[in-house]
Nanobody
Framework: QVQVVESGGGLVQPGGSLRLSCAASGFTLDYYAIAWFRQAPGKEREGISCISASDGSAYYADSVKDRFTISKDNSQNTVYLQMDGLKSEDTAVYYC?????????????????????WGQGTQVTVSS
């Protein structure tokens, strides 16, 4: 049974850090391109980062570049999103998803409909 579970969200002050985890079961994360998305209230879900299966190369949206870092631990079948320098505008539900049709991330932002294994999301709230 395929399952994706995000964890690590919470309440953090502006400027703080969180590390999100995306743990998979029923399939191997390292076979596919894995992306992080987020959805703020009243907004569309947006792709913010992706890590390729082949070489671990990564994509970052401009809004998170130089603040967020995506990585993976194949031994744990887990992908991480280290979030530093958090801002109030980072408040959203964060989702992890796998694209089972490709191993390499695209050069542009991850597109929601291209990803087929999704987690339930984890809430990140940045507030003082």
């Amino acid at each position: 049974q395929v399952q994706v579970v995000e964890s690590g969200g919470g309440l953090v002050q502006p400027g703080g850090s969180l590390r999100l985890s995306c743990a998979a079961s029923g399939f191997t994360l390292d076979y596919y391109a894995i992306a992080w998305f987020r959805q703020a209230p009243g907004k569309e879900r947006e792709g913010i980062s992706c890590i390729s299966a082949s070489d671990g190369s990564a994509y970052y949206a401009d809004s998170v570049k130089d603040r967020f870092t995506i990585s993976k631990d194949n031994s744990q079948n887990t992908v991480y999103l280290q979030m530093d320098g958090l801002k109030s505008e980072d408040t959203a539900v964060y989702y992890c998803a796998a694209n089972t049709m490709r191993r390499r991330c695209p050069t542009g932002p991850p597109i929601t409909y291209e990803y087929d294994y999704w987690g339930q999301g984890t809430q990140v709230t940045v507030s003082s």
